[in-house]
């Protein structure tokens, strides 16, 4: 997946706003009269929660698995297709993604404690050090970095001999601006 929910705190179903950009497992989205839409530059302070489920028809969000492959050829890649409802997370818990952007300040180093914010892609992007900072801002802080970007290891018994074998990324148009791909993150979620 493009998000591996370690701890979860409230799972909610919400319909799916039919109008919406594509959505991957992982991503930002608000809600709106209309149900979940993807977080965009009008909604970046709008945060609902976190995706847990894909609302595409162009590729797989699956990490390891080949874009252009499906669990239901029915389905199209829409997870959604068949309740037209999406799960989102929110109101915390903690999460491992590769749905960020290290554009501007990248997320190693010194980084964790710091503030995430959603950018106008609707994926996770370093706001503040800190939370008043990022208040101060008119910011809505959305999720804290408690791991910084690193190669995951892939979970597969007798593969994955001392994190040999990486989990690989998603279908993730934001990692081309990660430096290497296969990143993931480890975030505490604030919304």
């Not at 800190?130 to 101060?136: L, R």
Request: glycine fraction near 12%; hydrophobic fraction near 40%.
């Amino acid at each position: 997946m493009a998000l591996i929910p370690n701890y979860r705190v409230a799972t909610a179903m919400q319909p799916v706003d039919p109008s919406s950009a594509a959505i991957r497992e992982g991503q930002l989205v608000t809600l709106t009269s209309a149900g979940v839409s993807l977080v965009g530059s009008g909604t970046v302070n709008n945060v609902y929660g976190i995706a847990a489920d894909n609302f595409q028809t162009s590729a797989s969000s699956m990490p390891g698995v080949y874009p252009g492959w499906q669990g239901r050829v029915s389905d199209g890649f829409d997870e959604t297709k068949a309740s037209g409802k999406m799960t989102v997370y929110h109101s915390g818990g903690e999460f491992t993604t590769d749905q960020f952007t290290n554009s501007g300040t990248a997320l190693d180093g010194t980084k964790v404690g710091t503030i995430l914010i959603a950018n106008n892609d609707g994926v996770l992007a370093y706001g503040y050090a800190d939370m008043g900072a990022c208040i101060a801002a008119s910011k809505q802080p959305v999720a804290m970095l408690i791991a910084n970007s690193a190669t995951i290891p892939s979970g597969v018994p007798g593969v994955d001999v001392n994190g040999s074998n990486a989990l690989l990324g998603a279908d993730n148009a934001i990692e081309t601006t990660v430096a290497g791909n296969n990143l993931y993150i480890g975030i505490k979620l604030l919304v």
